[in-house]
């Protein structure tokens, strides 16, 4: 019997890379989009909009739903109004897809979520698990709030929520730091000792994927198992674009250029591990930032 899986934001860059792994994997996929006429042909497209009530049980009921829908943290500055709308995007989309659940004669078996590890604020050297407790700062704050409305899903359905890091791919979070590389003022930022949690796209991908399949349930981390500090991810960006690595941005500037963003993007120390993963078996495809890098802008 063939798997069928909803995706809510699935024409971003990482759903669109799910929707690929999981077709490989046998699944049915659909996606929910606000404007179908930018939807990928490959899947079975719905149109919805977060806030305005769903109705899974017409759209023929689905064994797991995936959520992915927020406005990008990456566009700056954050202005009180572009905060409102991280915030509220991912609320309005997971409750509505929550409310939906509780309504459904046939709710899914499963429903993964988005977070983020901004969930652990900025922590230093100290070593983050998914038993971590939540930091401190408007990620921090965001990704509570967004984890609790996940779990507020129907009791019989089991839920993740998936606590993504930087993740390495041609588009996203990558594209601003490859401008300034292009440009040839990559360098250490504030010193480059913080430590930036990433994976690559695929990796992303296959995890999620992972998930679905498994058992597993509660918090999980999607960050290689390959610590890396923000100096090691910008030189290998420079020498993957064969650029210069030399000029330093002290952390006042990136704080005054770029404000909280700055501060919480660029200088925040996550030193995370994707323990629950790995003791259920999955196995990182890219194992070094080298490779992740290559990859991504292959």
């Not at 590890?117 to 408007?138: C, I, K």
Request: hydrophobic share 45%; with cysteine.
């Amino acid at each position: 019997m063939t798997k069928r899986v909803l995706i809510a934001g699935g024409s971003g860059m990482i759903g669109q890379a799910l929707a690929q792994e999981l077709r490989a994997d046998g699944w049915e996929v659909h996606t929910l989009s606000r404007n179908t006429d930018r939807a990928t042909t490959d899947s079975h497209v719905h149109a919805w909009q977060p806030g305005q009530q769903l109705d899974l049980d017409a759209l023929g009921g689905f064994a797991a739903i995936v959520n992915l829908a927020g406005s990008s943290i990456s566009r700056m500055p954050w202005t009180a109004k572009r905060r409102a709308d991280i915030l509220d995007s991912r609320i309005a989309a997971t409750t509505t897809l929550v409310d939906a659940m509780v309504r459904a004669q046939k709710p899914p078996a499963t429903f993964v979520s988005g977070s983020a590890v901004g969930f652990y604020g900025s922590r230093g050297d100290e070593t983050l698990t998914e038993q971590s407790a939540p930091g401190n700062g408007f990620l921090a704050d965001v990704c509570r709030a967004w984890e609790d409305a996940a779990f507020a899903a129907p009791k019989r359905v089991r839920v993740a929520v998936i606590r993504t890091g930087l993740v390495l791919a041609g588009r996203g979070a990558l594209s601003p730091l490859r401008l300034l590389t292009r440009f040839g003022v990559a360098g250490p930022l504030a010193g480059g000792r913080a430590w930036w949690p990433w994976v690559s796209l695929r990796d992303e991908a296959r995890a999620i994927v992972h998930i679905l399949n498994s058992r597993l349930s509660g918090p999980v981390n999607i960050v290689a198992p390959a610590e890396a500090t923000s100096a090691t991810v910008m030189r290998s960006l420079a020498s993957a674009l064969r650029r210069p690595f030399w000029l330093p941005a002290p952390g006042w500037a990136i704080r005054l250029l770029l404000g909280r963003a700055g501060n919480e993007l660029l200088l925040a120390s996550q030193r995370v591990q994707p323990t629950v993963l790995v003791a259920d078996g999955f196995v990182f495809t890219s194992t070094t930032v080298d490779a992740a890098i290559a990859e991504a802008l292959a």
